[in-house]
């Protein structure tokens, strides 16, 4: 009789094999280029090192038509571009240049003594698009983070109309949003078609762990806090990509469910250090009497663990088969959970592995056409030893959904 342990592992492997068979490398960079407005400039930036091709890593991803947008944090100095994008209605070039959004101008650092003006952007680690066609940003303000981290500007989220390529609100976070510690660095948006000036965002804080909530149609935000916003001291170990280090990142990945019948949502988020998700309704985030109060603390709920070495930077939620996806850092791959089940490890399938090519997968995304979309950069040895540059370091990939789920228990 064969152990039942040895029938499960064989069944993991048949469904990653199954999903890496259909998984489509789209852009594959040795280094980040961009698009210049010559090559004067281009060679002008480099002498000057406002550009260092090796400084530049991309993080984040988000789709929204026939543009593929892709973040640049500040971590060193020589980022060109905080935030461009990469055209997808012509042949697609594996290696093509990054064009900055909205322009280049925007993101040119302020000299010494110079004031950045509204429509300035610093850097950006995730970016979202809503149903309305708008473009939310979250801007740290920092500059060359892990080198001499200097503050450009304030925290800040910026709302761009992407039929227009407008800045259309630029929203300073508040004193008593921003803690000592605070790391400001992604944001999911919940609003539909219907309601476009009544949308909010929910931006975690993984450095002063709380989650800090908008609201555009008020132009208020107010913070909240909980234990569950914390890290888990004990999972804060990695190994990735023959890198060791030890981070402390508290709550950083959200996901949105579909509304109920009360025009409501199930939040789902995680630390990044911890292997546990937990949920709260939107409810409660979008009450901004309720940011203070002490007896809402059992409306945060844990859902469950996802098992050992699960820890998650990224999540999304695909409403038509009710899974959540979800980035395994210390897995090379992503994983999904099919939320109508009790989340346990059993119920958690690694439906993408590669440990060559999908060494630290960063950020994930479903499309209109229901692709999910994520990116590998190796940032481990980026930020610890630096990359080759003679070797592959960021990827792009695409899998349909149906095709990543299937054979595994995120099917209902």
């Not at 469904?15 to 998984?23: D, F, G, K």
């Not at 991309?58 to 980022?79: A, Q």
């Not at 992604?186 to 909010?200: G, L, S, V, W």
């Amino acid at each position: 009789m064969v152990p039942l342990k040895q029938v499960f592992l064989a069944a993991v492997l048949v469904y990653q094999v199954s999903a890496l068979a259909n998984l489509e490398e789209v852009f594959a960079w040795k280094e980040l280029s961009f698009v210049w407005p010559s090559d004067e400039f281009r060679a002008n930036a480099i002498k000057s090192g406002d550009y260092v091709p090796e400084n530049n890593l991309p993080l984040g991803i988000e789709k929204w038509k026939n543009k593929l947008f892709i973040t640049v944090p500040r971590w060193k100095k020589g980022v060109a571009a905080t935030l461009g994008y990469v055209p997808l209605d012509q042949p697609i070039n594996k290696t093509a240049a990054v064009i900055p959004y909205p322009d280049l101008k925007s993101q040119i650092l302020p000299k010494a003594g110079e004031k950045p003006g509204d429509g300035h952007i610093t850097s950006i680690f995730r970016v979202t698009v809503d149903a309305c066609d708008r473009l939310w940003v979250v801007d740290t303000g920092l500059a060359d983070i892990l080198g001499d981290p200097t503050v450009i500007s304030q925290p800040a989220i910026l709302i761009y109309d992407l039929n227009t390529d407008k800045l259309i609100r630029r929203y300073t976070f508040k004193d008593d949003d921003v803690k000592q510690d605070s790391f400001l660095a992604n944001i999911i948006i919940d609003t539909n078609k219907n309601k476009c000036e009544d949308a909010y965002g929910y931006v975690p804080d993984l450095g002063g762990f709380g989650i800090v909530v908008y609201s555009l149609k008020e132009n208020d935000s107010w913070r909240f806090k909980h234990n569950f916003f914390h890290f888990d001291p004990l999972q804060g170990d990695f190994n990735v990509g023959g890198v060791n280090f030890q981070w402390k990142d508290g709550v950083f990945g959200l996901a949105l469910g579909p509304e109920d019948q009360n025009g409501y949502r199930t939040v789902y988020f995680h630390p990044l250090v911890s292997l546990n998700e937990f949920a709260v309704n939107s409810s409660i985030l979008k009450n901004k009497t309720l940011a203070n109060d002490p007896h809402i603390y059992y409306e945060f709920r844990l859902l469950g663990n996802k098992g050992e070495k699960s820890q998650t930077s990224s999540s999304i939620y695909d409403n038509p088969t009710d899974v959540l996806f979800l980035t395994q850092l210390s897995k090379d791959g992503v994983a999904c959970w099919n939320t109508k089940k009790d989340l346990k490890p059993e119920n958690v399938a690694l439906v993408i592995h590669d440990p060559e090519k999908l060494i630290f997968t960063n950020d994930i995304r479903i499309d209109e056409d229901r692709y999910l979309w994520m990116i590998s950069n190796k940032m481990p040895q980026y930020n610890y030893y630096g990359l080759n540059s003679n070797e592959v370091n960021y990827r792009i990939f695409k899998v349909k959904v149906d095709d990543a789920i299937a054979g595994t228990p995120c099917v209902a």
